[in-house]
Every structure is written in structure tokens, then in C-alpha cells.
Nanobody, 125 residues
Framework: QLRLVESGGGLVQAGGSLRLSCGAS??????????VTWFRQAPGKGREAVAC????????NYADSVKGRFTVSRDNAKSTAYLEMNSLKPEDTAVYYC????????????????WGQGTQVTVSS
């Protein structure tokens, strides 16, 4: 079982920045085997795929709503993936989840086998 734990969420003013981390652990698993996708879900809204990165970091993709502001990256040696979020807007307020799967989905959407518990990001205006 691959275990994912997000951290780095919090309260930030509009225009500010946050960096989310997704730490992975699990006997017999390494994060480098998996593509990682960051999702978010705002209150009363459906889950949205925000950004994804392939296992070797050669491929990334972003939702149009965050393109140019968010950057997804990973450090497989540290079994950690990151989501750097800049120029944050109130509409970015959501619970952010990282998810992992052996398959890299070019549009970031698809069935993901492993999920973290989420971290709250709140952007005040």
C-alpha cells in the first residue's frame, strides 16, 4: 500500500504563494514508480484535476485555471511531489489532494489508485 500525506496548506492572502508537499511511503513502493496528480475540491463543487506529473517528471500538464501560476514538480529521491502555487486567488480556495497511479494521464484525469487525505488551502481577498 502506498501512503500519501499532503502538507503545506494554510491561509494566505490573495496574490500570495504556498508550496504543497506530497510525501509518499510504503513497503515495497517508491514514488518514482507512479505518476502524481494534484486535485482540489472546493465546497459545493466537484473535484478538479489541477496538475499532474509523470513518474520521471518528463511530462506535466495543468488545468487552464492554474496555468502560469502553479508548478508541479517531484523529487523521487525524497519520495515527495510538490505543488508550487503563486498569485493565489480566492477561487483557489479548496482542499487539495495528491493522488498517484502507475498510469500518467495526459489530461490528468483518470482513475488514481492511491490518495492522500488532503490539505486545506484558503485564500482571502
Amino acid at each position: 500500500q502506498l501512503r500519501l500525506v499532503e502538507s503545506g496548506g494554510g491561509l494566505v492572502q490573495a496574490g500570495g504563494s504556498l508550496r504543497l508537499s506530497c510525501g509518499a511511503s510504503g513497503r515495497g513502493f517508491t514514488l518514482g514508480e507512479f505518476a502524481v496528480t494534484w486535485f482540489r475540491q472546493a465546497p459545493g463543487k466537484g473535484r478538479e484535476a489541477v496538475a499532474c506529473i509523470s513518474n520521471g517528471a518528463l511530462n506535466t500538464n495543468y488545468a487552464d485555471s492554474v496555468k502560469g501560476r502553479f508548478t508541479v514538480s517531484r523529487d523521487n529521491a525524497k519520495s515527495t511531489a510538490y505543488l508550487e502555487m503563486n498569485s493565489l486567488k480566492p477561487e483557489d480556495t479548496a482542499v487539495y489532494y495528491c493522488a498517484a497511479d502507475y498510469t500518467y494521464y495526459r489530461n490528468c484525469r483518470g482513475e488514481h489508485q492511491y490518495w492522500g487525505q488532503g490539505t486545506q488551502v484558503t485564500v482571502s481577498s
